[in-house]
Each structure stands twice: as C-alpha cells, then as structure tokens.
C-alpha cells in the first residue's frame, strides 16, 4: 500500500477528561470493539492497581506500564486508530499539552452528571487554540444525570462553539432507553450489561415508528419533542466546520454498558480527519511525501532505573517509517539509530517494523533525542508548534548534601530535557530556579530527584509569579535588556533568556519602558520563541 494510503487510513486522537468521567473505561471499551484486546478489564486492573498505592508516584516509578499504556493502538474498519493518553493527574501538566500537540483530533468524555468539569477546561484551550477537532461522548447515561438539554446547553458554552448531537437519550438512570440516532433515524435499544461487541444493538427505524411509543411510553415522548427541538435549534453537521475546531459533534451512551462505543469508532473513521500538513520552519511538509520526517512530542527517562534510559516518542509526520533507519536529529546533524524503535501496540511494547504518518514510535537513546527535536531522512527541517508554557510558579531548588550538587544539575537537566519542569539558571544567583505550570510538577521532580538521582532537594519559596522569554531585533538591544535587568534574567535549559517578574504589573512597565524587547508566553522550540493567544 502506498505511502498515501497508510497515510490516509490513519485516525490520531487522544481523549480528553476529567478524572472519574470514564475515560479508562471507554479507552478499555474502544480496545475491545476493535478487537485490539479480547477481555474487558485489562486496562481497569492497571488502574486499579495504581489506585490500591496510596502513593501514585511509586507507580509512575514503574515507567514501563505508563509507557505501554501511553499510546495505543488499534485497527477498527480500515483504518489505524493511535490513541493518545492525556497524563492522567489530577493536577495540570504541561505534558499533557504537548500530547495535544501530536494529535489530529480530541475526544472528549464528559460524565453526564457533572457536566464539563474544570480539569476539562485548559486542555479545551489548546484545543480550540490549535483548531483541533473535538468529538464529544456523554457517558453515564445509565445514571440518573443531568438533562441532556442542559448539558448540550453547556458544552456549546464551553467550548464556543456549536454542538450537533448525533444521538439523543431516551430517558435515563433506570428508564434508560438506549440513544435515538438522529443522522440514521432509529432508535439504538439499550440492553443494560450487555456485553455485546460482536452484534450491533437492536434498532427500530423511524422516530414516528409507533413500536417506539408502545415500548418506551412518555420517556420516548419526551426524547422525541427534544430531538424535534435540537433538530430545529442546532445547525446541521458541517464536516468543514468540525474541522476546523467550530463544531462538535455529540455522542450519548454507556461505556460501562459497551453502549455508544462503536458510534464512537464508527465517528473516528468517518470524520476525524486523517493526518494533514505539519508547518516547519523551512516549508510544510505533507503527509504523503516520501521521506521520512518526525517529531518528539514527549520523552520518558529512567523507564529502567539500572540504564538511564529513555525513550522519545516521535510523532510521524511524513513518510514511511522502517525499523533500523538511520535518521538525522536536525538541531545538531547527529544521526539516530532506530533499531530498538518500539510501537505501542494495544499494551505491549513490540518492536516496529514499519510505521506511517500518525503514528507513534518511540526511540529509546541515552540523552540524544531532546523534546521538540525534528528527525528527517537528511533534509533540515524543524517541526514549529511544540509549546513550552511560561511557568506560574517557582522554586529555588537546593540540594542538602553539598557534595551532590553535581548529581542534582545533572538529574535536573535530564529532567528538564524530558520537560518535566523548566529549569532556569538566574543571572545573578548561584541557585537553580525551577518553573512550573502545575504544582504536582515540583512533587514529581522532587520524588525522581530523591529515587532517580540520590539527591534530597530542598525547594525553597520564590517570590516570582510570572516569566516571558525576551527577543530584540538585534543581539546589542538584548544585550542592553539583560543587564539592566540582570537581577531578574535567568537562562532556560536552551540558554534562552527569560525576564523573572512578581507581578503582572511590574511586566506591564518593563513592556513599557522597553519597546523594542518583545516578550513571549510561549517558546516553541530551541532558540526560537513565539506568541500565541493562550497566556499571553
Ligand atoms: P477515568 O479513567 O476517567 O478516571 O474514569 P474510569 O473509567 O475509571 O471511570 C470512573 C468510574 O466511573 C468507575 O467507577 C467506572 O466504573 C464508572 N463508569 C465508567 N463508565 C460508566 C458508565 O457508563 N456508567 C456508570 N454508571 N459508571 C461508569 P468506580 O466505582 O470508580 O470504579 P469501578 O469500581 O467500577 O472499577
């Protein structure tokens, strides 16, 4: 099959939710109708072993399970479905960002009695600023939950945009019908604990089908006046408009119950798109192009504790990918071997043979590979759009045995390479300074400081709240900025200068006095900044 098939056949996306709405469950539930795992429960049990620690980072020690269960990948129809796992902290972390950079489209999994919750809210925002498309699945609809009204009521708030709900609840909790499928016209009868995967559920054709009325009664009435209201208030599906992040369609369902989980399928492989062009500084390069190109999205360290190792997970953007290529790390001309490349089929890490745009592949190395690197057949190129965020909190960090001051530079900068947590080195001042966007972020780098790397820290309160990397137009202007602020410069692990503030106003007056400096939110990749609407 040609590279532009492969290409063509591949559906990328990652779920996004909050805790508890049932994301593992429906991960679980997908796996299973696509026959990428045969018993339910497998997914579960690795939750639920990570639940019976009380303390998560133990088991986030245990790298290999998080990796495995990182990237998934299964075949359902035609296509190759890859689906990205959002890290599931309760905390925000920039991780979890740079997932939604490697991916052509989100689902979203709400709990249909919570609505669209807070942890929700931010990744929605990269979402929306990248335009990516997002699908919506209302789930527990066996509960007795909140109006579906109301909830398509909020998700159009959140999100600003249109939602077009495909399926519409026939009652819920115990009178819980099924789904009225409202592109097809039937009615999608739910069977509470059905195990089904191998038959589609009984249907009834026609929303005016008097069989609907005798089973179901007023709940079916009910469904039908709001399905006739959505019909009328909502726009219909415009492929484009989803697309381009300005719809989203609606799912209703179950996946306790395997209800709504191949519509869920069946909506990747009809209207998530494919992989499209990716921008690179140089040029934008096409999915089908013959040549290999790539770029790491997310790097992993200590997977094994006894080799340092890690491993680099490069979304493929162009090209067919073969194991033991040899491939060119742009920022620097070295070249990267690729024997031990890994794909993550469903939970096994297996060996790669061969991979296509969309896909994940990860490279273990020692280092070699950085977050943000491009990997090409030989052609220079750097993949744009991989966000570092411009940390909101801050930590001196110390170490307490001074003899081990060299081992907590070097655990925090394979740390910062791996985009852990941002590591700055001030100006003015012999102490490292940490930079985070969630304050789970210092626990985590605290805890691998102390198992990884033998040293205890000691994090010590910063008075800073707010960092913008600075660009002048000339390296002399640059220049004058650091020092007339160098008590308040530090350098990122790139050695790209960010200016340190306390608040937002002291920013305001620097912006000022200082016309010529631009400030950035948002650093895209080594030596190169750029701005984007979010945090700006
Ligand atoms: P998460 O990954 O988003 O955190 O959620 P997860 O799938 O673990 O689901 C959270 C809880 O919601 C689980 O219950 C799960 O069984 C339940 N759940 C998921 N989908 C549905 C659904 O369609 N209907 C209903 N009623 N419940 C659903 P738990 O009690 O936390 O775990 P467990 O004891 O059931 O495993």
Redesign the pocket.
Known sequence: MSVTQQAAQRRTFAII?H????????TEKLLLFAGAIHIAGSV?AR??SRHATSDWMEIEKQRGISVASSVMQMEYRDCVINLLDTP?HQDFSEDTYRVLTAVDAALM?IDAGNGVEAQTLRLLEVCRARNTPIITFV??M??EVREPLDLIDEIERVLGMPAVPFTWPVGMGKQFAGVFDIRHDCMRVFEPGSDRVSEPPETIQGIDNPANMQRFGDTFEQAHQEVELVRAASPSFDREAFLAGRQTPVLFG????NFGVREVLDALVDLAPSPGPRKALQRTVLPDEAKFSGVVFKVQANMDPAHRDRIAFVRICSGRFERGMRLKICRNGKEVRTNNAVSFLSQRRDLMEEAYSGDIIGIPNHGLLQLGDTLTEGENLQFTGLPFFAPEMFHGVEVADPMRVKHLRTGLMHLGEEGAIQVFRPQTSGMLLLGAVGALQFDVVAHRLRHEYGVEPRLMPSSYRMARWVTAESPEELKRFMSANAHRVALDAVDAPVVLVGHAAELTVLKERWEKISFHALREHAGLVFQSGLHS
């Open positions: 939710s805790p508890d709405a049932g994301k593992t469950t429906l579960k939750k639920a599931g999994v789930n527990k066996d509960r179950s996946a306790i119950n």
